[in-house]
């Protein structure tokens, strides 16, 4: 079965924007709520981006902060990551994920080992 389902990956120029979707079923978005996006670059592990509370607080990395919005429509069981001002570094395969909102969660929102349900990514390419 697939909980998590992303969308909105393409091939940019550097300094575009791209927003990516993530329909979640209801059982995963409101019983693991605590919910984040990852990326996967080539040749490199896999990376926190941003997280997102079940109140709507969202939690950034260092490289993306300022340029990354993570949001949630609960009505539609929803995850969003608006990505402006991309970077070729931004490049990677991105994958959001759900995690119970457990205090360890708010410690370490960007970990992905707390998080037990993973979509199947989509691919972000961006240009130089």
């Known amino acids: 079965q697939v909980h998590l389902v992303e969308s909105g990956g393409d091939s940019v120029q550097a300094g575009g924007s791209l927003r990516l979707s993530c329909e979640a079923d209801?059982?995963?978005?409101?019983?693991?709520?605590?919910m984040a996006w990852f990326r996967q670059a080539p040749g490199k592990e896999r990376e926190g981006v941003a997280a997102?509370?079940?109140?709507?607080?969202?939690f950034y990395a260092d490289s993306v902060e300022g340029r990354f919005t993570v949001s949630r429509y609960d009505a539609k069981n929803t995850l969003y990551l608006q990505m402006d001002s991309l970077e070729p570094e931004d490049t990677g395969i991105y994958y959001c994920?759900?995690?119970?909102?457990?205090?360890?969660?708010?410690?370490?929102?960007?970990?992905?080992?707390?998080?037990?349900?993973w979509g199947q990514g989509t691919q972000v390419t961006v240009a130089s």
């Open positions: 997102i509370d079940r109140g709507g607080r969202g």
């Open positions: 994920a759900a995690a119970a909102c457990t205090t360890r969660w708010y410690i370490s929102s960007l970990n992905p080992r707390l998080s037990d349900t």
């Open positions: 209801g059982h995963t978005y409101n019983t693991k709520a605590c």
